[in-house]
């Protein structure tokens, strides 16, 4: 468990939408390390403004479903919040092929 006032590592995955860019922007403002993991599908790079170019931001464009990419991404983590999720209920019932 992290302690308050303990600096750490974060990886935020959904953290381009409306909720992660804030949970990040607040990380970041107490001196954590903070990674956003996001595909940029429902989420936006204009959501990150106020985070881009701050020295403990990373912001990694790539999907859940590309589990190299993410497991390289998420190594040296210490907490991960998870908050990818596809909105698109239809859509997110057909089976996707990554390429």
Do not use: C
Request: no cysteine.
């Amino acid at each position: 468990m992290v302690r308050k006032n303990e600096h750490s590592n974060y990886f935020i995955t959904g953290g381009a939408g409306f909720i992660g860019s804030h949970l990040a922007e607040k990380l970041l403002n107490e001196g954590n390390r903070v990674t956003v993991y996001d595909n940029l599908v429902s989420g936006s790079k204009d959501n990150m403004k106020q985070l881009s170019g701050k020295d403990n931001f990373t912001f990694i464009e790539a999907d859940l479903l590309d589990t190299s990419i993410l497991n390289t991404a998420i190594n040296g983590h210490d907490v991960v919040w998870h908050l990818g999720a596809n909105t698109d209920i239809p859509k997110g019932n057909r089976v996707m092929t990554l390429t």
